[in-house]
């Protein structure tokens, strides 16, 4: 799957996702990249300040960033299909953790 393709997977999940939440989602962007260098394996990664840690003192700060990591997802999918899949999973994944939700709690809840 072409990177073009890739991007419009990601814009299909971030679409689906209910209004009444991409409405609270705030000072927020979402990227695609190749590969995380750190952590090549990685899927997707959240690096910003949760909704839920903000405090009044929050502001004139850069966006908050979700990064979709789309080399590792073609790595472990097979087929287009399963990588639609997974690019959904992994965008609901990471806009839970801009809302505050974490690791266990998502495991819980079956994103994990």
Known sequence: ????????????????????????????VVLVADRNAEEPDLLGLY??????????SYGGVLPDRITIYKDAILDVC?????????????VVHEVAHHFGINEETLRELGWG
């Open 1 to 28: 799957m072409g990177r073009r393709r890739f991007e419009e997977a990601v814009a299909d999940a971030l679409d689906e996702i209910p209004p009444q939440l991409t409405a609270a989602m705030d000072n927020v």
């Open 78 to 90: 097979d087929d287009v299909d399963e990588v639609v899949r997974e690019v959904a999973i992994t």
């Open 47 to 56: 690096v910003g300040v949760a909704l839920t840690e903000r405090t009044t």
